[in-house]
């Protein structure tokens, strides 16, 4: 077929939008990454796109509500312009592929987590298909297909990279082992080659991504002998990488060992994200997390005592099936005696299929939202106590953007804590992707703000 030049020289514009975790956000990289290979551009704004992708998660019901919205605004845009493929893909889709297509008829592509980097291939069979009717691919139990795939990283300087996909820890609230599948580790040769094509491209940062990272290796071939430890040191020898981090650990498996790895190697940062959930060995049981608080402390004090200055950040779910006041003031108390850098804190949602709803009476969501709001409060001042303890000190900051604030520029970069932190710089020179030394003068709960150390750019 013969193409008029307006025809062949037509721009298609892709929108994607992202909901959910780190994996998730660097799914939608790969997403990009083969859909600029086919040509597409991408575009922010929804009215000119050819094709507009959710990439979703269905972690609690408050996002899906979200995205059922978003898929509604989509639906009727399509109206009017029904050339526009709909893709719905990711956790959702994995979980209610059937639901989404009676609830969004309008959608075209509905496919896994797995299948995101074969979306070229499903894209060119939908267009193919002069019915046009809706293509389903959801199968959380193929493989991993990410070095072959082109990605588009959304930063320069930090990567993010998964080592490993799915869950099979099955804890009694979670929906994620059900639509990410089970765990299965990528070699640690592919991971390193990785690392070093990142290295060569000038990023500065790596951040390992899975579910559970410590249970990285498990389920390779024994011979192999791979795990996340003996990963970790290999990646800490790969030049001009800077920094290393990972999300996210299991306490269940967070052993001394791994933290005397953190010790010793210097790339590694000292932040650990360890979510907590609970502070009631009670409900912890009920959530099947396999730690008791006994366990949780001891990881902390070996922590403190072997990585000083090591930053701590968690998840605490409030409102789990059967959790008393007694079970959440413990969670409180937990609070107060380990002082979390920072918290990610959720109200409970019912997950149909999880084991949770029959474990105990449902919280009223008044109860709930009280429980919320007072966690919040008091990690507020536990937050701002910490980062007002920097004030006065000079830390290394990775530069990692920056806007314009009258003659000077205003710059934003993280700690080796992964503390957020500001600072302006009135020289042309620009700092993005370095690593330079800030004077802390002022803290807020959620921010650092400092001076840059003249003469001390690294
Ligand atoms: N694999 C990671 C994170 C999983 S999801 C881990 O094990 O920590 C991120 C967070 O969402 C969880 O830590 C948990 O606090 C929260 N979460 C998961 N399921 C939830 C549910 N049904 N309701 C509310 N919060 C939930
Ligand atoms: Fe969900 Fe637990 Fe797996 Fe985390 S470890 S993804 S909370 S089942
Ligand atoms: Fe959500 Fe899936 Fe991540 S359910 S939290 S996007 S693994």
């Keep these: 077929m013969v193409l008029s030049t307006k025809e062949a020289t037509k721009t298609l514009f892709y929108h ?19 859909l600029e290979e086919m040509g597409y551009v991408m575009t922010r704004d929804i009215n000119i796109a050819d094709l507009i992708i959710l990439n979703t998660c269905c972690v609690r019901a408050k996002v899906e509500q979200k995205i059922y919205s978003r898929a509604g605004i989509i639906s009727k845009i399509k109206k009017f312009k029904p050339y ?15 639901m989404i297509k009676k609830r969004v008829p309008a959608v075209d592509l509905i496919f896994g987590p797995s299948q995101i980097t074969s979306v070229q291939k499903l894209l060119e069979n939908f267009k193919q298909n002069k019915r046009r009717k809706t293509t389903i691919l959801c199968d959380n139990k193929e493989s991993f297909q990410l070095a072959s795939t082109p990605i588009k990283h959304q930063s320069s300087i930090t990567a993010y990279l998964q080592i490993m996909k799915g869950c099979n820890n099955f804890c ?21 080659l990785e690392i070093e094509s990142l290295a060569q491209k000038n990023f500065k940062e790596i951040m390992l991504l899975g579910q559970n990272v410590n249970s990285y290796g498990y389920d390779l071939n024994l011979k192999t002998k791979e795990n996340f430890l003996t990963l970790l040191s290999k990646v800490n020898n ?7 981090r990972f999300i996210t650990s299991h306490p269940k498996d967070f052993n001394l060992d791994l933290v005397k790895v953190i010790e010793k190697h210097p790339k590694i940062c000292e932040h650990i994200h360890l979510p907590l959930q609970s502070g009631s060995d009670t409900i912890l049981k009920k959530m099947n997390r396999k730690y008791n608080m006994e366990q949780y ?15 701590i ?16 003031e413990e969670t409180i108390q ?15 949602s019912n997950r149909e299929g999880t084991l949770s709803p029959f474990l105990g009476k449902d919280v009223p969501l008044e109860t709930k939202k009280k429980r919320l709001w007072t966690l919040l409060d008091i990690q507020k001042d536990i937050a701002n106590q910490k980062n007002r303890y920097l004030i006065g000190e000079t ?37 993005l992707g370095r690593l330079v030394n800030v004077k802390i003068q002022n803290a807020d709960a959620y921010t650092l703000y400092g001076e840059l150390i003249n003469g001390k750019l690294k």
């Design 16 to 34: 994607l939008e992202t909901f959910g975790c780190q994996m998730n956000v660097n799914d939608s990289e790969y997403l990009s990454g083969q």
């Design 84 to 98: 526009i493929i709909f893709g719905i893909c990711g956790c959702m889709a994995q979980k209610g592929k059937e």
């Design 172 to 192: 009694s609230y979670c929906i994620v082992p059900y639509v990410r599948g089970p765990e299965e580790s990528r070699p640690a040769e592919e991971i390193l």
């Design 238 to 244: 790969i030049k001009n990488i800077e920094r290393i």
């Design 297 to 311: 402390y001891n990881i902390i004090n070996n922590i403190k005592e072997h990585i000083p200055g090591a930053s």
């Design 313 to 328: 950040s968690s998840d605490i779910m409030v409102g789990f099936p059967g959790e008393t006041e007694r079970d959440f």
């Design 334 to 348: 937990a609070l107060k005696n380990i002082g979390f850098d920072s918290v990610y804190s959720f109200i409970y």
């Design 395 to 431: 830390v290394e900051i990775l530069v990692e953007s920056s806007s314009k604030k009258g003659i000077e520029k205003q710059y934003w970069g993280k700690t080796r804590t992964n503390k957020v932190a500001v600072f302006t710089y009135p020289y042309q020179e620009d700092l």
